[in-house]
């Protein structure tokens, strides 16, 4: 947009000038919006000049953060630049009357971009068709409604797309993209059509119909039959078993999102979506367009070598692409809508800190479901979802989103905020930076933190800080911390007991080990009699090397991870074994609860404050062995967990007079046991803070580091 003209005595009208170099730049972007209800209309009517156009957009909708690639926000600093305006379309764009004055994505059939769909390489060349236009839409739709997979071009990226209905295209999609269980997200026409299997209240309603347009997690609707269906697990080894029986579900959910009691869901968002959803005439799975734990793709070249060998065909698109930006995800939790991933139409939306940065800051974020943040002043913008660093490709989005803030926010940093772990890509890129001030903080206290920058708080409070992973001090890894921490730093008050990690990050990945590790804890030398009986289909002699590594505490490093205790006991009750994707033990002992079943485990305390558990895996085990079923065991876990969390929170309150608590982690992205705490920890007096606007996963990270470094050397230097 070009800059303001300041009124003289000769101009008595508004007029946009040409943005000019050398006279500041201006850094408000702004995120990506869905196509507005004019454009909706406009796209319906058949004497409309847009009508069916898929590129329809104006100054209210649209795509603005993944076509800018500089600043200021002019037509040449974004992928239109390639496009040239006709003449209708650039009178629109210079009238101020107009409601596509100096909307910079503005175009038209005749002028903007268009819409291809071509066969994949998986297809023989004899059978490949290429077809542009509303006819390749209508091939597109066909192609989907006969079972086939398209990758769908959108507005930050690419879909993977198939019938949501049809069991055997999704378990096609599952087997080429290699996501065995996960659940899929899935694309409605409107909300008429989620309601019959979905419950929705108005906040999640509001949130479906938000220009934000975020996938929500929707509790399922259970269909009329009265009938019950098994849910089933299967090991890496192919063995196969029950863990639960649930009241018949809509046919919809047994291949999108099996065993668990949600299902993500979200409405078009841009005009080719809502094209492509009529012509089609049901809802379809809408899955990020990557190979699993790799970026989603953004240009047709990456989809063609990428997603070659998942989709049929390919439904793409010519306006560049210069941002790749995954959907967002939220869920209504205890009375609010709270994100659980923060990325497309929320980015580069700021947050406020409570104390200014002294100078620029970078925060570089964790491993995992990374995000970087950029602080300027009080003005803090967390970048886009980046996903895991472990590969080449995800350096490179990483390196790009970092790029790219800094380049579209004008912030250049001279302050770089980093996690503690020395093996993490995001520390090591820190200390490779030349001219810069480096702040390590901790993990938990990052976290902490987030929730504390998100509320404008500054002082201490309680943090409880629950997850899977976070490089501690000792450096063992830490995930069920008790901290008294403040903007600058904390002390650790108390923890869960450590427990060894038999195999390292393979523990992680195959929970029964870590409930081997939790029995030999618990139960001594009883231990191998009672893994012989619960985990009869592990191989014995696997079961034998898991106990001798814990005897000898070979390659077992120690932990007090809240995650690694929510494996185990999914693995002792049966339910999840061995992960097919993140969480997914956790996720699943969640949904086998009958939580209305009453009760709970003991549980001990150490000297020292340190949460002991063993009592309650003791009782796992025994009514595992006494056949008592799954939903009654996961809901004594989880009041249990509960009851352990509050009263550690109550100890620190007593020790310290504090009673404001800061929760966080990914631990409380469990809607049973974030309700469990809060609810107790109100009823007991406390003013309890959770997250709404960032995840409580570590894509939050990054936000409590930049307000640690801002406090820190703000502090430092007397601000």
């Given at each position: 947009m070009g800059r303001l003209h300041q009124p003289t005595v000769d101009e008595v009208a508004f007029v946009v000038l040409p943005s000019e170099t050398g006279q500041g730049r201006s850094a408000g972007i702004t995120p990506d919006t869905t196509v507005c209800a004019d454009c909706l209309r406009e796209l319906a009517d058949p004497a409309d000049r847009r009508h069916g156009y898929p590129f329809i957009n104006c100054t209210n909708c649209g795509p603005r953060y993944t076509i800018i690639f500089d600043i200021p926000y002019d037509r040449a600093a974004t992928t239109m630049a390639g496009f040239k305006m006709c003449s209708h379309c650039a009178a629109?764009?210079?009238?101020?009357?107009?409601?596509?004055?100096?909307?910079?994505?503005?175009?038209?059939?005749?002028?903007?971009?268009?819409?291809?769909?071509?066969?994949?390489?998986?297809?023989?060349?004899?059978?490949?068709?290429?077809?542009?236009?509303?006819?390749?839409?209508?091939?597109?739709?066909?192609?989907?409604?006969?079972?086939?997979i398209v990758a769908v071009r959108g507005l930050g990226g690419f879909h993977l797309a198939c019938l949501a209905s049809d069991g055997a295209a999704v378990g096609r999609l599952r087997e080429r993209k290699r996501r065995e269980a996960k659940p899929l997200a899935i694309m409605a026409a409107s909300l008429d059509h989620v309601r019959s299997w979905a419950r929705i209240t108005r906040s999640e309603e509001a949130a479906l119909t938000s220009i934000e347009r975020p996938i929500v997690l929707l509790r399922k609707r259970l269909s009329a039959n009265k009938g019950d269906i098994h849910l089933f697990y299967v090991s890496r080894e192919g063995?196969?078993?029950?863990?639960?029986?649930?009241?018949?579900?809509?046919?919809?959910?047994?291949?999108?999102?099996?065993?668990?009691?949600?299902?993500?869901?979200?409405?078009?968002?841009?005009?080719?979506?809502?094209?492509?959803?009529?012509?089609?005439?049901?809802?379809?799975?809408?899955?990020?367009?990557?190979?699993?734990?790799?970026p989603i793709c953004r240009t047709t070249r990456e989809a063609a070598g990428r997603l070659g060998?998942?989709?049929?065909?390919?439904?793409?698109h010519n306006r560049p692409i210069y941002t790749a930006c995954d959907d967002s995800v939220v869920r209504e939790d205890v009375g609010r809508v709270r994100v659980l991933r923060r990325s497309r139409g929320y980015v580069p939306g700021a947050i406020d800190l409570p104390i200014a940065a002294p100078r620029p800051i970078l925060a570089g974020g964790p491993e995992l479901k990374n995000?970087?943040?950029?602080?300027?002043?009080?003005?803090?913008?967390?970048?886009?979802?980046?996903?895991?660093?472990?590969?080449?490709?995800?350096?490179?989005?990483?390196?790009h989103a970092i790029d790219?803030?800094?380049?579209?926010?004008?912030?250049?940093?001279?302050?770089?905020?980093?996690?503690?772990?020395?093996?993490?890509?995001?520390?090591?890129?820190?200390?490779?930076?030349?001219?810069?001030?480096?702040?390590?903080?901790?993990?938990?206290?990052?976290?902490?933190?987030?929730?504390?920058?998100?509320?404008?708080?500054?002082?201490?409070?309680?943090?409880?800080?629950?997850?899977?992973?976070?490089?501690?001090?000792?450096?063992a890894t830490w995930g069920c911390e008790f901290l008294v921490a403040d903007e600058r730093g904390f002390r650790r008050a108390g923890h869960l007991r450590y427990a060894a990690l038999p195999g390292g990050d393979r523990a992680a990945e195959e929970p029964w080990r870590m409930a081997l590790s939790w029995l030999r804890q618990a139960c001594g030398d009883g231990a191998e009699k009672i893994a012989a009986d619960l985990f009869a289909d592990i191989d014995a002699e696997k079961r034998r090397v898991v106990f001798r590594m814990l005897e000898r505490t070979v390659n077992c490093p120690p932990a007090s991870s809240l995650g690694r205790l929510f494996d185990a006991v999914s693995a002792l009750a049966g339910v999840c074994q061995v992960h097919r994707y993140e969480a997914q033990a956790a996720i699943e002992l969640e949904a086998a609860m009958d939580s209305d079943v009453p009760g709970e485990y003991d549980w001990a305390e150490s000297a020292g404050f340190v949460i002991d558990p063993a009592p309650m895996i003791r009782g796992v085990a025994a009514d595992r062995r006494a056949g008592v079923s799954v939903g009654v065991v996961s809901a004594k876990f989880h009041r249990t967990v509960a009851s352990f969390l509050v009263a550690g929170v109550e100890r620190v309150r007593s020790d310290?007079?504090?009673?404001?608590?800061?929760?966080?982690?990914?631990?409380?992205?469990?809607?049973?046991?974030?309700?469990?705490?809060?609810?107790?920890?109100?009823?007991?007096?406390?003013?309890?803070?959770?997250?709404?606007?960032?995840?409580?996963?570590?894509?939050?990270?990054?936000?409590?580091?930049?307000?640690?470094?801002a406090a820190r050397l703000g502090f430092a230097g007397g601000g």
């Amino acid at each position: 947009m070009g800059r303001l003209h300041q009124p003289t005595v000769d101009e008595v009208a508004f007029v946009v000038l040409p943005s000019e170099t050398g006279q500041g730049r201006s850094a408000g972007i702004t995120p990506d919006t869905t196509v507005c209800a004019d454009c909706l209309r406009e796209l319906a009517d058949p004497a409309d000049r847009r009508h069916g156009y898929p590129f329809i957009n104006c100054t209210n909708c649209g795509p603005r953060y993944t076509i800018i690639f500089d600043i200021p926000y002019d037509r040449a600093a974004t992928t239109m630049a390639g496009f040239k305006m006709c003449s209708h379309c650039a009178a629109e764009y210079h009238d101020p009357a107009s409601r596509r004055f100096h909307a910079q994505p503005n175009a038209c059939p005749v002028c903007g971009p268009h819409v291809e769909l071509v066969s994949a390489s998986r297809l023989p060349k004899s059978s490949r068709l290429r077809k542009s236009g509303e006819a390749a839409i209508t091939a597109a739709a066909a192609a989907l409604k006969n079972g086939r997979i398209v990758a769908v071009r959108g507005l930050g990226g690419f879909h993977l797309a198939c019938l949501a209905s049809d069991g055997a295209a999704v378990g096609r999609l599952r087997e080429r993209k290699r996501r065995e269980a996960k659940p899929l997200a899935i694309m409605a026409a409107s909300l008429d059509h989620v309601r019959s299997w979905a419950r929705i209240t108005r906040s999640e309603e509001a949130a479906l119909t938000s220009i934000e347009r975020p996938i929500v997690l929707l509790r399922k609707r259970l269909s009329a039959n009265k009938g019950d269906i098994h849910l089933f697990y299967v090991s890496r080894e192919g063995t196969r078993g029950r863990f639960g029986r649930k009241r018949d579900e809509c046919p919809l959910f047994s291949a999108v999102a099996p065993a668990s009691p949600y299902v993500g869901v979200m409405l078009p968002y841009t005009p080719l979506h809502v094209l492509l959803l009529e012509a089609v005439g049901a809802p379809l799975v809408m899955t990020s367009g990557n190979v699993t734990e790799e970026p989603i793709c953004r240009t047709t070249r990456e989809a063609a070598g990428r997603l070659g060998d998942i989709a049929d065909f390919v439904l793409t698109h010519n306006r560049p692409i210069y941002t790749a930006c995954d959907d967002s995800v939220v869920r209504e939790d205890v009375g609010r809508v709270r994100v659980l991933r923060r990325s497309r139409g929320y980015v580069p939306g700021a947050i406020d800190l409570p104390i200014a940065a002294p100078r620029p800051i970078l925060a570089g974020g964790p491993e995992l479901k990374n995000t970087v943040a950029l602080a300027a002043g009080r003005r803090c913008v967390l970048s886009h979802h980046i996903g895991d660093l472990k590969n080449a490709r995800a350096e490179a989005f990483f390196h790009h989103a970092i790029d790219t803030l800094s380049r579209t926010l004008d912030v250049q940093p001279e302050i770089v905020a980093h996690d503690l772990h020395p093996h993490y890509l995001s520390t090591r890129y820190a200390e490779g930076l030349a001219g810069v001030e480096r702040v390590a903080v901790q993990h938990h206290h990052a976290h902490a933190a987030s929730v504390m920058a998100e509320h404008g708080l500054t002082g201490e409070v309680i943090g409880l800080v629950c997850d899977g992973t976070g490089y501690g001090e000792d450096g063992a890894t830490w995930g069920c911390e008790f901290l008294v921490a403040d903007e600058r730093g904390f002390r650790r008050a108390g923890h869960l007991r450590y427990a060894a990690l038999p195999g390292g990050d393979r523990a992680a990945e195959e929970p029964w080990r870590m409930a081997l590790s939790w029995l030999r804890q618990a139960c001594g030398d009883g231990a191998e009699k009672i893994a012989a009986d619960l985990f009869a289909d592990i191989d014995a002699e696997k079961r034998r090397v898991v106990f001798r590594m814990l005897e000898r505490t070979v390659n077992c490093p120690p932990a007090s991870s809240l995650g690694r205790l929510f494996d185990a006991v999914s693995a002792l009750a049966g339910v999840c074994q061995v992960h097919r994707y993140e969480a997914q033990a956790a996720i699943e002992l969640e949904a086998a609860m009958d939580s209305d079943v009453p009760g709970e485990y003991d549980w001990a305390e150490s000297a020292g404050f340190v949460i002991d558990p063993a009592p309650m895996i003791r009782g796992v085990a025994a009514d595992r062995r006494a056949g008592v079923s799954v939903g009654v065991v996961s809901a004594k876990f989880h009041r249990t967990v509960a009851s352990f969390l509050v009263a550690g929170v109550e100890r620190v309150r007593s020790d310290t007079g504090l009673a404001r608590v800061a929760v966080s982690g990914g631990s409380f992205q469990n809607a049973f046991l974030l309700r469990e705490v809060h609810d107790r920890l109100v009823s007991n007096g406390f003013d309890v803070f959770l997250h709404e606007r960032v995840p409580p996963n570590d894509g939050g990270i990054a936000l409590g580091q930049a307000y640690v470094a801002a406090a820190r050397l703000g502090f430092a230097g007397g601000g």
